[in-house]
């Protein structure tokens, strides 16, 4: 749901959306769509599409963090959504820039470049958007170039040393029919957890400890941070209108990110020994409690990205989160006739990824891994889109996705002086490539027998099959265990994926004046099957079927007092089936007299989710805005599978049972010195899940975090100045949570949300 920016105007405002392939007043639009002009992100000082997320209402977004590395991220709409960065699993909420489809969840939450505006569309969108978008579904729609030579230029520097420069030109090449439009985007900040040398920190003789490489640097025992950030993008599009009826847009985009890894922090673990990694402390280390745990409320670890320390294998991995992406698509219109008209878009995309993660926290390596990422897609979609009168409009297309991914890296479980039994250094490599197609057709009609009244239906058959090979082998040098026997067997081993799906549609609005609508829909969506990407062992190498979602909605969406404030509701029922889920024991696939290892992903059982979504804007009086969005959600298990350890009373991940935001806005006018903005945005979040099996320990507790910015605009509203804080209160918080505590080298650690933050900068158009 959209907020005016709170500039003077004293009306909400009117947001032309085209989640259903055609424009459409927002209010008109028979969907919970929250949608956000860049004036109304830049309002609110988002620089990324997480923190837009925040303030929709039954969405969470987490960038980075978990075995996946800083280049994943987890996105969970109405408790529907994955978790699980790896390549073998699909989205369960699709992300689309200008209509094309961003495949997989490394490199896929873009800085915001150039916008015209952001959708999240919530709730299955089988039939429009098609496949992984059974939570929902977020469309960022860039700028097109235009007939007129504009520009913009944008600076600050804040907390932690963060630079940022963006800048952009549009200018007509030939009037009337040829355009370009540029942006760009640096920048820089420092990490925000730091790495400390554990025998420095803890007062015993100063070395350099076991990283070999990784000497103190800087003031105290710190030897590296986490969480620092280094991107440059770019992106090109150059729009020409051939003729009266055809009319092409092709752009180009790059990113380069050096970022460092997630900020990691320790927040519980076993009895670890210390014996056999000498840490090069006098006498060495051989308490059985050993604490590598901090403070609650720390922003430090001791990772050193080091495993299989002091044996002849050991390693360090270099500190960085590495991703490289580019991608062109060309979106190409033609008006058949007055009443017909065909697009085609088309998009290509790589993506290089690395990344290394020391998940533990800790300086003796538990469990580190590297992880690399190449990927490469390619989309095509065709919309044959017409009218007859005023009476139906109709959408007719075809969509075709090919994916060919290579999914590598090492993992060292670090299991020296571990008092489990069977539990010993182990240490692998793998080299998984992936390769994933998907073909589907499509309907989408809107009947309006009166003005007021209008019926939508839809159908789409989808048709996927997955590729997923498995090499493994061990890494040279590294141990050789009991482990090594059941590794080396999976080795040329392919598991093979195909299914199909058809998804339906069917709506009716009403327009009872013409500033309140009232709707009802249901409609069903679903998630790709796939391979179980961990087998532990051959017999693990196994299938499971799509996840599905049957959804009844209703809603009303309504602008009241002349247009002075708005209020939409939306009440909704989920149906969910076949979740994907991963289960820590399987002993039907385990060989007789083997260790019991299972980490293996099956379709584990069923839920009901039940919610309610608020969104509304005021102005009070004409310089003043009130904003608010708020989110109810009741997730209850209908069936589960005893085995995976899931109790029909637990909670799903990441899935809250309350949101909120909030804002307050005020616009001051100097007369000719122009105007002082000041603003205040609140978020509550409730206690959430991040572990399939529910555990004390793993939950992330509520949270309040409120931000503040106060923004001098001059007269003709082409320059202003800024200050922005974040975090205004230093609220000490997680945004996600890892949970190995039942593993042999048990442990928890979290990823904290960045502290306070000061950020000064400014911004001019021409």
């Not at 969970?76 to 073998?88: H, K, P, S, V, Y």
């Not at 939570?135 to 504009?150: D, H, M, S, V």
């Not at 057709?441 to 027998?449: E, I, K, N």
Request: aromatic share 10%; proline share 5%; glycine share 10%.
């Amino acid at each position: 749901m959209a907020q005016d920016s709170g500039e003077s105007s004293g009306q909400v405002t009117q947001i032309v959306v085209t989640a259903e392939f055609r424009e459409s007043n927002l209010q008109e639009t028979p969907l919970a769509i929250t949608a956000a002009t860049a004036e109304m992100i830049a309002a609110k000082g988002q620089t990324g599409i997480a923190e837009v997320a925040t303030a929709a209402p039954s969405v969470t977004l987490n960038a980075g963090g978990g075995p996946g590395g800083a280049q994943t991220t987890q996105i969970n709409i109405r408790g529907i959504g994955q978790t699980d960065f790896n390549l073998a699993l699909e989205p369960g909420v699709g992300i689309y820039i200008d209509d094309v489809y961003q495949g997989i969840m490394y490199a896929s939450t873009p800085e915001l470049l150039d916008l015209e505006r952001v959708e999240i569309l919530r709730g299955p969108q089988g039939t429009l958007s098609g496949r992984n978008s059974i939570g929902g579904a977020i469309r960022l729609i860039t700028k097109a170039p235009n007939n007129y030579r504009e520009g913009y230029a944008e600076a600050s520097y804040g907390s932690f040393n963060a630079l940022m420069v963006r800048a952009g030109f549009n200018v007509p090449l030939v009037e009337d029919r040829l355009f370009l439009r540029v942006n760009g985007l640096a920048k820089h900040s420092d990490g925000y957890v730091d790495r400390l040398d554990y025998r420095c920190a803890t007062g015993s003789p100063p070395s350099p400890g076991p990283a070999a490489g990784s000497p103190v640097v800087g003031d105290g025992c710190k030897i590296g941070e986490e969480g620092g950030q280094s991107v440059i993008a770019v992106r090109a599009s150059l729009r020409a209108i051939l003729s009266d009826t055809i009319e092409n847009t092709l752009s180009v985009d790059y990113m380069d990110d050096n970022s460092q890894p997630s900020g990691v922090v320790l927040i519980g673990q076993k009895a670890w020994r210390g014996e056999g990694y000498n840490l090069n402390a006098t006498p060495p280390i051989t308490n059985p409690t050993a604490n590598f745990m901090l403070p609650y409320g720390s922003y430090a670890n001791y990772s050193n990205y080091t495993t299989l320390i002091s044996t002849s294998a050991q390693y360090t991995l270099p500190a960085a989160s590495l991703a490289k992406t580019w991608s062109i698509s060309n979106n190409l219109a033609i008006d058949i006739t007055d009443a017909i008209s065909l697009r085609s878009i088309t998009g290509f995309k790589k993506i290089d990824t690395s990344s290394a993660v020391d998940l533990d926290g800790s300086p003796i390596g538990r469990n580190t891994q590297a992880w690399q990422v190449d990927h490469e897609q390619f989309t095509q979609e065709l919309r044959l889109s017409g009218y007859f009168g005023d009476a139906v409009d109709w959408t007719l297309g075809a969509y075709y996705y090919h994916a060919d991914s290579l999914q590598s890296g090492r993992a060292g479980l670090d299991g020296a002086g571990a008092t489990v039994p069977f539990y010993v250094p182990f240490d692998f490599a793998f080299s998984d490539p992936v390769e994933v197609r998907s073909k589907a057709a499509f309907a989408h009609v809107v009947l309006h027998p009166t003005d007021a009244f209008s019926i939508t239906g839809g159908l789409r058959y989808t048709k996927d099959t997955k590729d997923y090979t498995f090499s493994r082998f061990i890494a040279p040098g590294a141990p050789v265990s009991f482990l090594s026997a059941s590794v080396l067997p999976l080795d040329g081993q392919t598991g093979s994926f195909s299914g199909d799906n058809l998804d339906w549609r069917l709506a009716v609005d009403y327009e009872i004046t013409p500033d309140l609508l009232l709707y009802a829909q249901a409609s069903t969506g679903f998630k790709g099957g796939g391979v179980n990407p961990r087998p532990y062992y051959v017999e693990q190498i196994t299938l499971f079927d799509p996840e599905t979602v049957t959804s009844y909605e209703a809603g009303l969406k309504s602008d009241l007092l002349d247009g002075n404030m708005r209020l939409n509701l939306a009440v909704y029922q989920n149906d969910y089936s076949n979740l994907q889920l991963q289960l820590r024991s399987c002993p039907n696939f385990v060989p007789t007299g083997a260790a019991p290892n299972c980490a293996m992903t099956a379709n584990v059982g069923s839920a009901r989710i039940r919610g309610i979504e608020l969104e509304g804007t005021a102005y009070p009086v004409a310089d003043l805005a009130l904003d608010v969005a708020a989110s109810y959600t009741d997730f209850e298990y209908r069936s589960v599978q005893p085995v995976t350890g899931v109790t029909l009373n637990m909670r799903a991940p990441y899935t809250p049972e309350w949101k909120l935001s909030a804002g307050v806005q005020y616009t001051a006018s100097l007369g000719g010195s122009g105007s002082l903005i000041p603003r205040l945005d609140v978020r509550y979040q409730s206690q959430v899940e991040t572990q399939t099996v529910n555990t004390a320990i793993s939950q992330i507790d509520g949270y309040v975090v409120a931000d503040a910015s106060l923004r001098w605009q001059n007269a003709d509203e082409d320059f202003e100045l800024y200050l922005r804080v974040k975090n205004l209160f230093d609220e000490y918080y997680f945004v996600n949570i890892t949970d190995f505590y039942n593993a042999p080298y048990g442990f928890i650690s979290g990823q904290p949300g960045r502290p306070r933050e000061f950020m000064a900068g400014a911004r001019i158009k021409f």
